[in-house]
């Protein structure tokens, strides 16, 4: 089935930039139009029209991040029928439009091409990696020497440094928190914060303590010139993401700020400038407490990553959907299907289960 599928996707990826045509389609894969369509549904959790819309808008920014070829000769190319078209369609998937982003490129939630025969239980550093997050690094240490702190999103990624010798000329902590699930309260990190999580969490006071304040003293006791933030560009990442820059805003942190957007599996890291605080405790009462898309402007990332955050917290949305149609599977097929296809969330285990033990009970 799955090669049948990837050959599917292979063929919509090839006439990506064609008037589409699904009895087409359904005539070189020998199958009815309507089963292609049914079938491309119920395996990725997303239909044809919607892949190929994410596929063309992210192919589009590329293009203009890269190129100096004309808004609407991009448009033209992409399908669209005028540059305003093509202009609304972006901005309302990056929250940004097509000539700002040209002109400041800013970090962006990718979609690649659907791979539904290489899934893969995870990915480590590789030297590649390694050497770009080292000249990162570097840069940073001859603006500001000793007094920075580096903040990973999660305990996995700071394992990932460790192992590869990436912290030894600063501080490093870990931020292990899924902030993404669960409630929250306006004060980050007072009692209330702490007992709110825990009780969300299903763990002890103590044992969040353990797990989540701990690791952060370094942020809490001493006083940095720089911090610098490594998180990933999905949702689960953008979150935490948004809930420290509105914890450095609550405390009044007056230094420099910088965002790395690094990919949790294949540590892929893209540089940005350095962050203006301002705003972010508002946008983060918003977002994770009363749960609405801010009028503020936002990097792009973190615009797709609330527009994730925001379908997510809904009872019916295209997790729950696919879940729905393969309940009967075995757990961890189950769940290894809804990593692969579901990445931009950037959900864990602990999630997943939740979600699909709800839904058995429903």
Known sequence: MNNMMQEMVDWIEDHLFEDFSLERLGNDMG?????????????????????????????????????????????????FLSQEAFSRAFKTTFGISPNAFRKFPQPLQTYVKLNLNGIKDGFMMDISQKLIIGALQNKIYEQFDQDILNILNGQAMYEEFSKHQLMEKSDYVPFNEAMCSNDTCVSIFSDEFKKMRASGHQVSIRDYETVTVTPLKPLFENKYKCIVLWFGDDMFCQMNLLTVLAFLEQEGYQGKVFFHMIKDMSYEVEETEDILLGGYKEIYQQVLIHHRLPEAKLMPVMYQGIKLYLEYLKEDNEITAYIKKHVGKPLDELLKQLFHLFPQYGLGDLQYIKMIETIKKA
């Open 31 to 79: 199958y009815s139009p309507y089963y292609c369509s049914f079938k491309f549904h119920q395996v990725t959790g997303i239909s044809i029209k919607r892949y190929m819309s994410l596929r063309k808008i992210y192919l589009a920014s590329i293009e203009l991040k890269e190129t100096n070829n004309k808004i609407i000769d991009i448009a033209f190319k992409y399908g």
